[in-house]
């Protein structure tokens, strides 16, 4: 796992493609899914606002983590990096290359350098092929399943990389318990030599006892092939050890990003804030001490979201003069740290004092 100087890590978002050390570089990502009513004729009525207005960068060779509740826009942003889902407005720039009007065959062409691991490996992988059919397929699709033995040595090659025998070609995804098949999906993602992979909650579906076996392989896969990851998930602690950078995702917005090891020593939103305080610490003592925030309320829904800041319906520092009626911008406080909210520099030296939920 590289470790990224946090003085660099960021900068401010300038025009796409001026450093050739970022890969990835989003500019006012949005998505939105259109609300359809009627029989006979369907008609748009609204619209769900999964993504709305994302910035970030990720460099080569870095982790950068994603994280938020389910329903924040998580995955749908990952996809839309992807173009597995297609943006409603900004860019996506991908080693120098716009993506938002890419379609055809060029796009197929560079989607082999990036490449998706899913949150079901079962789902994900299709019952009625093999292993074996399973991986040669994506090759087959790019033009790499030029002859027998190149494909037979790539394949052992990938097996050995992800911890598999040879004799897991012939088996079914049905005979693998939930980590190999894990194993399996991002042996599939490798096939393709890609640069940058999407993993989406790649442990979440797994024993707490094998996730750690998964996220070392994914770290170790990194230094061997130069992986750029990004890793969408909502468990604070596995983000916590694999990743570089984070980014905190609410209702469709990016509210923070820092380093890692910034972001949870010192965590500026107060979203969060409440996220970190609702992550139990296995020391009795520590966890009777630390801070707690309750959130009032409950996630609002992305199809009708609340004007200003959108998490002030649920903030306990809410002050609605500003905070309804005024949205914060993504505002770098430090080098490397963006926080969107109107009182970050306040809340956590105790100037602003929390208001009461009712």
Known sequence: ???????????????????????????????????????????????VHAVDGVSL????????????????????LGRALLRLERPTGGTVVFDGTDLSGMKGEPLRRMRSRMQMVFQDPLSSLDPRQSVEALLVEGMRA????????????????LLAAVGLPISALRKYPHEFSGGQRQRIGIARALTVGPELIVADEPVSALDVSVQAQVVNLLEDLQGEFGLTYLVIAHDLAVVRHIADRVGVMYLGGLVEEASSDELYAEPRHPYTRALLSAVPVPDPVVEDQREQILLSGDLPSPASPPTGCRFHTRCPWRRPERCATERPELRTLTPG????CHYAEDIPAGALPPQDPA
């Open 1 to 47: 796992m590289t470790n990224t100087n946090a003085d660099g890590a960021l900068g401010t978002l300038g025009a796409p493609g001026q450093d050739t050390d970022v890969l990835v570089e989003v500019t006012d990502l949005a998505v939105h899914f259109p609300i359809k009513r009627g029989v006979l004729l369907d008609r748009t009525v609204g619209h």
């Open 57 to 76: 960068r990720i460099r080569r060779g870095e982790t950068y983590g994603l994280v938020g509740e389910s329903g924040c826009g998580k995955s749908t």
């Open 142 to 157: 790019h033009g790499l399943d030029r002859d027998r033995e190149t494909t037979a040595a790539r394949l052992r090659e």
């Open 337 to 340: 740290h963006r926080v969107a």
